[in-house]
């Protein structure tokens, strides 16, 4: 009797672990951020007329999940591009993080026939099995936001997503100018840099993008890796105070460790911000880094656009016309420093 | 007679198994028809993506029966598929030695999982516990990066379509579409039966059976319960690293995060397959049509194309509430007419 009270507490136990699911945040090195106004081009609106008249174009999405801020608006993003009214019908996949569910997902898109499928891998690796199988049922695949490493890139269409390495090279700019803005461009500068998890995509284009644009009076004195999370990106923003007592600027290669980096500078007894000593700069632009820019902590933050629906749209769109698209497309994306948050946070996605 | 009844029930518990994958398929095909639901290759995918899981659960229900349980085994895939990239690609290992190394490495983890709870006694839910947080962490010492497998034999493996004489048909963009299904379904269907047939013919399956029925009266019938119970743990050991092999040569990559919470799809399985987890009851069949039930429901909510695929948990979590509780009515039942 025991036993069997045991057992089903073990499986109501089971129950519950299944339905809370597994894997929730794991960290979301790719990406987060953006605007909504920059959305629909124009010529958008022609070819829902002409669809009307014809079938739909089926577009299935294999999303990664809803794991962050940046992950749910370009969901919503496709959700609201891809609508009937458009000439599409959207079949939409949760993978729940989770590689085997998106394999399932792209084989359960090619049985259902669908025109195109929409895939933002939860991982690089591992694709070339299911994208061949894509490929031998004559199904084009477009990539959002991450690449996968696959042996022949003939396996997908195309790839869409941010540009990292602009990213890191826009941050750099806009720093180089703010800098003369304030007269201090010949000053010796001294810059450290919280990267994220080291070989994720935006780490390495954020980085490789920042030192190209370099000056010659600034001086790189560490990078260490915060892993994109706050708490970490607090803790290397405390062995860097320790450290150097000279620092001018913090790059932080997204918003969580450019927050963990600014509540550190403050613990340090320090300032940041427009008014303060340290200029902080940030990568991704998410709700609450203007929030951080209205209340002073922050200078800048590079966007992440995560609304990548209409340029798929508009690929989708040339392909269907016969026409052919570039293997890597880019998202527009902005500069939001901290002067212009407050006009800005309204008009923003999430 | 007591043994009799005892099969009786688990008997009818696998028919409502079987007989509910196959009224969901019936009613998948009735609303999906126009969507392709009723190919051949949906059916067959359901095999192709759960290869893997299919080992996994039948590995599960044999240490279900045992009366223990092993939650290390999802852990165990991700070690394995990290080895097996890892092995490949950083070290130039041919496939063959890296397939047989990871085995390898599942038995001697079998052997100390095995040796933990049949010779020191310890409970095999902290000892697989255990397991799970060290090949879990294993993982990431291995290699934090996503390795890709591009290893051109284990690619041919994992790749090497076999086409079936039947169901084909042309798509709508003119081409001929012929049902396959990769060596990875064959495998996993050839161990399925094996584990039966151990299970139900030879004297080591037997005394499974009786050690999960009633652990005492088989000791005391001579059952030597210990070493039954090692060998159970070293063999789950080596399936869950043909497992995670086979899971391996679907996902062709090896990083930290992988095949997180397999355990519990396989315990799931084996639940709804009508193994019970106070040991003694389950067949591997059923386990079988609880993978398939767990995929179809997959196959239903990606079709249907708008509900949330959280709604796989929530329908799974319905359907192990309502054969937990079946069985305890069984399970009472049964007492009454003792």
Sequence with gaps: MKRKVLSVLLSAALAATLMTGCGQATSEPAAEAAPAEEAAPAEEAAPAEEAAADELIVVGYAQVGAESDWRTAN???FKTEFVEANGYKLIFDDAQQKQENQIKAIRSFIQQEVDYIVLAPVVETGWDTVLQEAKEAGIPVILSDRMVDVADDSLYECWVGGNFVKEGEDAAGWLSEYLTAQGRADEEINIVTLQGTIGASAQVGRTEGFASKMADTWTMLDMQTGEFTQSKGQEVMESFLKQYDDIDVVVAENDNMAFGAIDAIKAAGKTCGPEGDIIIISFDAVKAAFESMIAGDMNVSVE?????????SEIIQTLESGGTVDKVMYVDEGVFPAETAADTIGSRAY | MNKLKKMEGNQFLLIITILLFVIMYIVGIIVFHEKGFTKTQVFLNLLISNAGLIVIATSMTMVLITGGIDI?????VAMTCMLLA?????????????????LLIGVVFGLVQGYLVAYMKIQPFIVTLAGMFFARGMTAIISTDMISIKNEMFLSWAQAKMYMPFGGYVNKKGI????????SVVIALLILVLIFIMLKYTKFGRSIYAIGGNEQSALLMGLNVRRTKLKVYVLDGFLAAFGGFLFCLNTCS???????????EAIASAVIGGTLLSGGVGNVFGSLFGVLIKGTIETFINFQGTLSSWWTKITIAAL???FIILQSVFAKAKEKKK
């Design chain 2, 72 to 76: 290390s085994v999802g852990s165990v």
């Design chain 2, 86 to 102: 890892w092995m490949m690609e950083n070290k130039g290992i041919g496939a063959v030695p890296a397939v047989i190394l990871v």
């Design chain 2, 254 to 264: 090896g990083f930290v995060e992988q095949a997180k919470g397999f355990e519990m």
């Design chain 2, 176 to 183: 001929i579409v012929n049902p396959y299904i990769y060596p």
């Design chain 2, 320 to 322: 192990l509430a309502f």
């Design chain 1, 75 to 77: 969901t919503e993003s």
């Design chain 1, 304 to 312: 992440c656009n995560p609304l990548h629906g209409p340029r798929v």
